[in-house]
């Protein structure tokens, strides 16, 4: 069996980018940029008011305060998209609004609530610095500057920047598309009576909503009964249109089990098998290059509720990460005290579910939740977080430091 470690090294070595295309702003979101983006324009793209209030020179207002405020001419108003530059000369002020252009001959803008207007005068109560709540062109970057690199993920903050410099689409990385395979002779869909012994088929439930929080839509689901044909016709369609295909169960060393070999005897090359974690230890990885669709993958996860999941969440992940352009990278890990005290054999890396809590000294800690075992959704689902139970590790008493992730289904 391989260390987890050795098989996320296994998975960024033989996973590859998929190639680029070119999307409408509105359809990009969840990808990753193909190239970086250069700023056709600097920002701010012109001096511009960050507030509401009153365009003045500086040295009129020495000495103003609410006692003694200063009294400007009023000489315009300027709205914010309005193309004039009018100027102030000395004891003149001019009205100005949140994003308008400022004039050249303004120094600064006082903020509204310090000035009262009356007939065409402003009472100003207070002074003001050179360049006060004026945004300078080019404060953010200027034009040409390199302002995000490739790779980074089309989150709505990235789509609005690209609006702002003008874009209407933009090159990103194709989004994997990816099949799922349910097996399982046990499996009923949700919404039918249950016979006895049946139980209901969540994996397909919870992987589908694992890939649409990651921005990846349209996946369908294959089920497979436990039979070798059944199983291979259910892989055949699914890695008919996708580039990688995750099944759920039927890939451990039971009778019934069938993942693996099928796979194999599709052309599949088996990458790794079985990983020392918990839970989640018989996960399978396998890679097939055909001739026109480049190289297509295969994740064979256990059966069990919470380790489809849980393997979709360490494994998978940041194999489709890469798959969609992004950077493959581990999980950076916060250090941090444990919650309860914690018990196993050596030998395999535990993934415990937690939550976090702040203690009264302000440290926080992270509480295994209730329902460890891989059958029980309800731990997972409370979940915030991953508590890394280290392989060699038998006991991790109470307070103890241990690495802790985030369970963020988005990222
Ligand atoms: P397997 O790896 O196929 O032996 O499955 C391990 C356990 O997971 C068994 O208890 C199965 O009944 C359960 N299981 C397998 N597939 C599903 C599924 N799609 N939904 C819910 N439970 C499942
Ligand atoms: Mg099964």
């Not at 511009?48 to 400007?72: C, F, H, I, M």
């Not at 090159?171 to 598309?177: G, I, L, S, T, Y």
């Not at 395999?348 to 579910?353: A, E």
Request: proline letters at 5%; aromatic letters at 8%.
């Amino acid at each position: 069996m391989i260390s987890y470690e050795e098989a996320l090294k296994l998975v960024n070595d033989h996973v590859s980018t998929l190639g680029k295309t070119r999307l409408p702003l509105h359809d990009m979101f969840g990808c990753y940029l193909a190239e970086d983006v250069v700023a056709t324009m600097s920002s701010p793209q012109f001096d511009n008011s960050a507030v509401d209030g009153y365009g003045v020179k500086t040295a009129d207002l020495n000495g103003a305060s609410e006692a003694s405020p200063k009294r400007l001419k009023l000489i315009s108003a300027i709205a914010a998209g309005a193309p004039q530059d009018l100027q102030i000369k000395d004891g003149e002020a001019v009205k100005i609004f949140t994003g308008a252009r400022i004039p050249s001959s303004c120094q600064a803008v006082v903020m509204r609530e310090y000035c009262r207007e009356q007939d065409s005068s402003v009472f100003i109560e207070c002074s003001a610095k050179p360049g006060e709540n004026i945004r300078r062109t080019g404060d953010e970057y200027k034009k040409g500057e390199t302002v995000l690199t490739a790779g980074i993920k089309t989150t709505p903050p990235v789509i609005a920047l690209l609006a702002s410099l003008g874009h209407t689409d933009y090159p990103v990385f194709k989004k994997p598309k990816v099949a799922l395979v349910v097996t399982g002779d046990e499996l009923v869909e949700p919404g039918t009576p249950l016979k006895d012994g049946q139980i209901y088929d969540s994996n397909a439930y919870g992987l589908t909503a694992a890939l649409n929080a990651l921005g990846i839509a349209n996946c369908k689901s294959f089920v497979a009964r436990d039979t070798r044909e059944a199983t291979r016709e259910a892989f055949e369609k699914a890695l008919y249109e996708s580039d990688m295909v995750i099944s759920s169960g039927g890939v451990s060393v039971g009778d019934h089990d069938y993942v693996k070999e099928t796979l194999e005897a599709m052309g599949f090359k088996t990458v790794f098998w079985r990983i020392a974690i918990k839970p989640g230890k018989p996960v399978y990885f396998g890679v097939l290059d055909t001739e026109d669709n480049g190289r297509k993958y295969a994740f064979g996860l256990p059966g069990n509720p919470v380790s489809v999941l849980v393997t979709f969440h360490q494994i998978v992940k940041p194999a489709l990460r890469k798959l969609a352009g992004g950077q493959f990278y581990r999980d950076e890990a916060l250090r941090l005290s444990t919650g309860s005290a914690l018990k196993k054999r050596p030998g395999r890396l535990d993934f415990v579910r937690g939550t976090l809590r702040r203690s009264e000294n302000g440290s926080t800690s992270a509480i295994p939740t209730r329902g460890q075992e891989s059958h029980m959704l309800s731990g997972l689902a409370k979940a915030q977080v991953m508590l890394h139970f280290g392989a060699n590790l038998e006991v991790l008493n109470t307070d103890d430091p241990v690495d802790v992730t985030f369970i963020n289904w988005n990222d």
